[in-house]
Nanobody, 125 residues
Framework: VQLQASGGGLVQAGGSLRLSCVASIRTFSNYAMGWFRQAPGKEREFVAATGPNGGNTRYADSVKGRFTISRDNAKNAVYLQMNNLKSEDTAVYYC???????????????????WGPGTQVTVSS
């Protein structure tokens, strides 16, 4: 299984970015997907998660109302739309996949099976 995130970059505060993550998983619709981030000198933290069917979305309090997670199971892809970006959003963003074996819930913890290599997001103030 491979996960490849893309879409990171440099953006001014108040701007937007859309991250994408494509998974090489045969049964992508059986996996919950999540986004995490790690800023320099800090621990990795949960950002957003979605269940296998795109429902049960969850967000960290720090991004609620600004970020939106979505997925397209036909494309084996999960997205993170990030609006009104702040300097504190600067981090490496990782996508992750967790096999749910028929369960529809999302997973707001770090207990994922597979992780991608990350994409850098830098927000300038």
């Amino acid at each position: 299984v491979q996960l490849q995130a893309s879409g990171g970059g440099l953006v001014q505060a108040g701007g937007s970015l859309r991250l994408s993550c494509v998974a090489s998983i045969r049964t992508f619709s059986n996996y919950a997907m999540g986004w995490f981030r790690q800023a320099p000198g800090k621990e990795r933290e949960f950002v957003a998660a979605t269940g296998p069917n795109g429902g049960n979305t969850r967000y960290a309090d720090s991004v609620k109302g600004r970020f939106t997670i979505s997925r397209d199971n036909a494309k084996n892809a999960v997205y993170l739309q990030m609006n009104n970006l702040k300097s504190e959003d600067t981090a490496v963003y990782y996508c992750a996949a967790k096999f749910r074996d028929g369960y529809s819930d999302s997973v707001p913890t770090s207990m994922y099976d597979y992780w991608g290599p990350g994409t850098q997001v830098t927000v300038s103030s």
